[in-house]
C-alpha cells in the first residue's frame, strides 16, 4: 500500500484529454516537487514531468503536471494509442525519513 | 547518450546474498546520484536506495534497510548493491537510475533495463 495514492486504471478515447490524480501528505507531497513517469510495457520508466510542472527535453507539451496543497495531476491532452502505459508519481519523503515515494501507478487504457 | 547496463540478477535461496552492479557511461558519473528503485512481478515501482555523488550520503527504503548496501567506484563507473538476507518478497526487477543531481532528490532522468531477482528455495 503505497503513502502515495493514484487512482487504478483511467481510460479515455484518441485524441481526448485525461488526467491522473496522486494524493500525499504535508510531509511529502505538500511541501516537496512532484515527479510523474511514464512506463510502457516492458520497458523501463521514463521521467515525464519534474519540479511538479516541468518537462524535460523531448517530453511534448501534451503531458504537463499540477500540484494543489497535498494532490498533484498529471495531464494528457490529445491522447495517442502509443500513451498506453502505466504512471506513476512520485516526490521526496521529509519528515518521517529521507526516502523517494512512488504512487502506486495508474493504467491509462486509450479505447 | 547515457546508457546503463545492470548485471548479477538470478535466483538465490532465502536468507543468501546477491550482488547487484550498474556500470555507466554517456556522462561524468562521479557528478550524479544513483539510484536503486525495484519492481516486484506485476507490481509498481518500489524506491530502494539513493547514494550521493562522492558516496557520502547514502538513504534506504524501510523494508531494506540493515540488509541491503550501496555502493559506488567513481573511478569505475560503477554502482552496487550489495543485498543480505533475502527474502521472498525481495523478488524483483531491479532498476539502476541517474538522479539529476548530485545528491538525491526525486527526479530519476535515465534508467538501465533492469535486472531480474528472484528469491526461491
Known amino acids: 500500500q503505497s503513502v502515495l495514492t493514484q487512482p487504478p486504471s483511467v481510460s479515455a478515447a484518441p485524441g481526448q484529454k485525461v488526467t491522473i490524480s496522486c494524493s500525499g501528505s504535508?510531509?511529502?507531497?505538500?511541501?516537496?516537487?512532484v515527479s510523474w513517469y511514464q512506463q510502457l510495457p516492458g520497458t523501463a520508466p521514463k521521467l515525464l514531468i519534474y519540479d511538479t510542472d516541468k518537462r524535460p527535453s523531448g517530453i511534448p507539451d501534451r503531458f504537463s503536471g499540477s500540484k494543489s496543497g497535498t494532490s498533484a495531476t498529471l495531464g494528457i491532452t490529445g491522447l495517442q494509442t502509443g500513451d498506453e502505459a502505466d504512471y506513476y508519481c512520485a516526490t521526496w519523503e521529509t519528515v518521517l525519513s529521507a526516502n523517494v515515494l512512488f504512487g502506486g501507478g495508474t493504467r491509462l487504457t486509450v479505447l | 547518450q547515457v546508457r546503463l547496463v545492470e548485471s548479477g540478477g538470478g535466483v538465490v535461496q532465502p536468507g543468501r546474498s546477491l550482488r547487484l552492479s550498474c556500470t555507466a557511461s554517456?556522462?561524468?558519473?562521479?557528478?550524479?546520484?544513483m539510484h536503486w528503485v525495484r519492481q516486484a512481478p506485476g507490481k509498481g515501482l518500489e524506491w530502494v536506495a539513493v547514494?550521493?555523488?562522492?558516496?557520502?550520503?547514502?538513504f534506504y527504503a524501510d523494508s531494506v534497510k540493515g540488509r541491503f548496501t550501496i555502493s559506488r567506484d567513481n573511478s569505475k563507473n560503477t554502482l552496487n548493491l550489495q543485498m543480505s538476507s533475502l527474502r521472498a518478497d525481495d523478488t524483483a526487477v531491479y532498476y539502476c537510475a541517474k538522479d539529476m543531481y548530485s545528491s538525491s532528490s526525486q527526479f530519476l532522468t535515465s534508467w538501465g533495463q533492469g535486472a531480474l531477482v528472484t528469491v526461491s528455495s
Open positions: 547514494l550521493s555523488h562522492d558516496g557520502n550520503n547514502k
Open positions: 504535508s510531509s511529502n507531497i505538500g511541501n516537496n516537487y
Open positions: 554517456g556522462f561524468t558519473f562521479t557528478n550524479y546520484g
